[in-house]
Structure formats: structure tokens, C-alpha cells
């Protein structure tokens, strides 16, 4: 009897389990990255003509050439995942440590062909083809899943403040000037911005990684 007794509990505590991980699951939504819009932005970091933008807002079209003296635009990363960023390489402050993380994320989707990089110089009259080509080598940088660009300074400048939102603007006398932040910026398959990681943090790049993961899983839906 007590044999009898005991499986019958057995069985119903496993129901009881499962159908309280069910219900669970059912009530718990699933995490969805946000859509960053500029107003949701520092707006230091926002060019003027945009601070207001609140909706829509996606990265704008561009034409630049990366360390094997390719042309790289837009529609190299069309459908993908991608994580940008920019930099220059003589900075010798937060540059080196950002490198490293992301030839960090480089390992971590290296068999991931949904997920790409892109590093942008803001001092293109420095980063020459040649010179971009010597710091990727010497970084280790894999050509198929990671461009290093240079091209014309206004439009990285547009792109730094208008696009990915993560350049301070230098008031004087040399124009298209910038600061460049330490930010990592993920964008999305649609060209939306879906998060912002300090590139100098290991403990954010974990957070970064999950949130592709998050990414991908809304994507194939």
C-alpha cells in the first residue's frame, strides 16, 4: 500500500512540475532587444537634425573601402547581424582594449556567418588601405567576418553622429571632427540599432554576446 502510495505522489509531484514549468513559460515573455531611436540617445552623442527622431530611424546607406582595399557598403551587410564600432589606429587609450574584445567576438561567431563586424577609422587622412591592412594583420583580424573601413571623413563623421550615434562633436576650426566613444553598436538584419556595449568591459561583452543570441532567435521567426 505504502509502494502504491508513494508512486502515486511521485507521479503527481512530476506532474505538478511540469505543469508549473509550463504555465511559467506560457506567462514569462520571451526578452526582446529594444529599437533605439535618437531621442532615446544622449544627445551629445546625436547630431542636431535628428536629437527629435523618435521612430524609424535605421543606418544610412554608405560606400567606404575596407583593409584589402575592397569597396564596403551597405549591402555587404544586408540581412545580417553586425556589430560596429569606430576607432583610429594610433589612439592609444581605450582603441587597444576595444581590439581586443572584439577580435574576442570574432572567435566567439567565427562559424556564425550571420554575424559580422565592422570597425570604422575616424582619422581616415592616418588610416590609410595599407596602414588598416598592418593593424588588421597584426590584430588578427579575419577578412570574412570583420572590415576595417576609411573613406571619406564626412561621411564617416555622418555616419558616427547621424547613423550609429556614438561620436561627440569638436567645435573649431577642423571640420568633421569627432570623439569617438568607446560604444560597440549592434544592428540588426533590418539596419536598426538594437544596443550599445562598452567596448572596454569584459563583463558587457558577455551581455553583448547573449543579446545576439536574443537577436538571432527573433530573427528566425
Known amino acids: 500500500m505504502l509502494k502504491k502510495y508513494g508512486l502515486f505522489v511521485s507521479i503527481m509531484l512530476t506532474i505538478s512540475s511540469a505543469a508549473v514549468f509550463m504555465f511559467y513559460n506560457v506567462l514569462t515573455p520571451e526578452k526582446k532587444l529594444p529599437i ?16 527629435h527622431i523618435k521612430r524609424f530611424h535605421k543606418i544610412d546607406d554608405f560606400k567606404l573601402i575596407n583593409q584589402n582595399n575592397q569597396v564596403i557598403t551597405n549591402e555587404t551587410y544586408d540581412g545580417k547581424i553586425y ?56 590584430k588578427g ?12 571623413k564626412k561621411q564617416i563623421y555622418n555616419l558616427a553622429r547621424k547613423s550609429y550615434l556614438v561620436a561627440e562633436d569638436i567645435k573649431g576650426p577642423r571640420k568633421y571632427d569627432m570623439i569617438h ?33 536574443i537577436l538571432k532567435k527573433e530573427e528566425s521567426k
Open 36 to 51: 533605439y531611436q535618437p531621442n532615446m540617445v544622449k544627445f551629445q552623442l546625436v547630431d542636431s537634425t535628428i536629437q
Open 83 to 138: 556589430i560596429a564600432d569606430f576607432f583610429f589606429t594610433t589612439c592609444p587609450g581605450i582603441c587597444p582594449i576595444m581590439k581586443d574584445n572584439m577580435i574576442e567576438l570574432q572567435a566567439k561567431f567565427i562559424n556564425d556567418d550571420d554575424v559580422l563586424l565592422l570597425s570604422h577609422t575616424v582619422t581616415p587622412e592616418i588610416d590609410s588601405v595599407s596602414v588598416l591592412k598592418k593593424y588588421s594583420q597584426e
Open 141 to 152: 583580424v579575419l577578412d570574412s567576418k570583420w572590415n576595417m573601413v576609411t573613406g571619406d
Open 181 to 213: 566613444t568607446e560604444n560597440f553598436v549592434l544592428i540588426d538584419s533590418k539596419r536598426r540599432i538594437r544596443g550599445f556595449y562598452d567596448g572596454t568591459d569584459n563583463d558587457v561583452m558577455e551581455n553583448l554576446i547573449n543579446d545576439v543570441k
